[in-house]
């Protein structure tokens, strides 16, 4: 069974930075492109970032290019998410989800169950 | 900025159909943005209901199918049950990597 967990959400100051964590099982995680989508409270989803299989490629939503970096383990089946100069409109639950096999992830599946990113002073 | 279409609500009757569609701002939808469809509940995280247009995702019920109509990608689901309310999103990869996710359908079992 497919299992993505993600972790490093919490409460963060506008200006300040956040790792996530996604640690995946159940599957070859190198063999798959992988992505984060947000979801702000009580709004709907968004894709935020994409990444290939073998890490090479990666892919940014324009809200947060620059200031987001997707990365990911392969020995240690872990993606990564480095968030830098965090603003308010960057809250959100942040989902980890499984792409296709190869470079990009034209659907995700399955997901996380999420983690909550809270920007504020 | 292309801007993927949704219905914002939607309702439908205890055991009746219901096509919930995905369009785009500019254009047709067809196969090459491999469509996909997501459903959500309060509190939950998504669940992945169809991808590349028409393929199921393992566990979920034939009563939803994902097909093309006209220019739009369309999420059927026939014979709907109380716990099909819920939030539908659609998805379009639009290529170079980028995806670009509808801004939801709400849909009333009533």
């Known amino acids: 069974e497919v299992q993505l967990l993600e972790s490093g959400g919490g409460l963060v100051q506008p200006g300040g930075s956040l790792r996530l964590s996604c640690v995946a099982s159940g599957f070859t995680f190198s063999s798959y492109a992988m992505s984060w989508v947000r979801q702000a409270p009580g709004k709907g989803l968004g894709w935020v970032s994409g990444i290939s299989a073998g890490g090479t490629r990666t892919f940014y939503a324009d809200s947060v290019k620059g200031r987001f970096t997707i990365s990911r383990d392969n020995s240690k089946n872990t993606l990564y998410l480095q968030m830098n100069s965090l603003r308010a409109e960057d809250t959100a639950v942040y989902y980890c989800?499984?792409?296709?096999?190869?470079?990009?992830?034209?659907?995700?599946?399955?997901w996380g169950q999420g983690t909550l990113v809270a920007v504020s002073s | 900025q292309t801007v993927v279409t949704q219905e914002p609500s939607f309702s439908v009757s205890p055991g009746g159909t219901v096509t919930l569609t995905c369009g785009l701002s500019?254009?047709?939808?067809?196969?090459?943005?491999?469509p996909s469809w997501y459903q959500q509940t309060p509190g939950q995280a998504p669940r992945t209901l169809i991808y590349a247009t028409n393929t199921r995702s393992s566990g979920v019920p034939d009563r939803f199918s994902g097909s093309i109509l006209g220019k739009k990608a369309a999420l059927t689901i026939t014979g709907a049950q109380a716990d099909d309310e819920s939030d539908y999103y659609c998805v379009l990869y639009m290529g170079s990597g980028i995806s670009v996710f509808g801004g939801g359908t709400k849909l009333t079992v009533l």
């Open positions: 500019s254009g047709s939808v067809s196969t090459s943005y491999f």
């Open positions: 989800a499984k792409g296709p096999y190869g470079d990009y992830s034209n659907w995700f599946d399955p």
